[in-house]
């Protein structure tokens, strides 16, 4: 059977050229890094040329870049040291953060007791930058900021900038997830507004398991990980080598002709918007049409209420069509994500995400609208 796969926000398949980079690396460079003979340090020039590479690719200094495990070890340790090492007393964010920033949030305030405050959404998951300056003018508190790029479920983009700038007037400290734009919109940091940015590789056709964590050179972080010396003190244990190579280079193809891609997969996404209008009219668009506010690679959809419709992803994948049911944490699972549910949308239907890349064809879509109007 031939498996279309449509669920490129979950995970986007590796480049080939990223395969042999890492297995070009695997074979050439199998020491410790942190070891100082010739095998080591070959190891340890491959980290530090995929540093300067993200780092060029960002907008940042090279001592600005740290590898992690993935976008949930970059968010918890912003947050965890935002609370334990830093002295922030407050901390504003959204109900539809990923699961990695609201549980890592419940337990800060669980165990450390800051405030946590959520900034109410409206019907498409938007925040109001004036009830952001409002909560920030309120209190003298060292507070911490995080806003989500963009949404996972939904493609939604928070105006990072206007976000940004708020925060510095008000002299609160800015973290940004951007696990879903990394690799796929344009992102400087040079203009110091973020002063934490969270991505990870398989999110942009690298490696899963390897991380990127930004922190700006004012605000040092202390290590969640506890150990060596491995990224300058920052996060201990031996470096993923390959992965980190990976990662770099898996984010240098991207940004070659990015506005290419990043136009081939809108029209994509355009496509699909105008046929399902055309096939299955019922179907309701939870994702913002406005292509100024909504990622290019997410159409979440809201699939009426029928006899059927419990087994529709189970049918989706017997079809061949790979698609989830929100996030890849709800993947295949009955209950109602916690964005859908912030956006006031829950029991109105059934969440389902297409997730695009540049991979994907019109074919694909036209796969997938046959298999929707068979089992919905
Ligand atoms: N943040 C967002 C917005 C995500 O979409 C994800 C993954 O789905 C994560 C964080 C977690 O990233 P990772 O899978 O690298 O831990």
Redesign the pocket.
Known sequence: MNHIYLDN??SAPMFPEVIRTMTEIMTSAPGNPSSTHFQGRTARAKIEKARKEVAEHLGADSSEIFFTS????S?NTVLRDAVEQMGVARIITAPTE?S?VLNTLEYLQRTRGPEIIYLPVDHQGRIDPEELKNELGGSKQKTLVSL?HAN?ETGLLHPIKKIGEICRDSNALFHT?A??TVGHLPLDLSSGLITFL?A?A??FHGPKGT?ILYVRKDHPVEPMIRGGNQEKGVRAGTENVAGIAGTARALSLCADKLEEKANYIRGLRKYAIEQLGRMLPDIEIISPLNPEESLFTILNLQIPESDKSSQLLMNMDIEGISVSGG??CHSGAETVSHVITALGRAGSGRPLRISLSMMNTREDIDAAITALQKHI
């Open positions: 926000a979950a993935g976008g949930t070890e968010n990923h990695s989500m996972n997830d696990v879903q969270s990870s398989h999110k991380g996030s890849a």
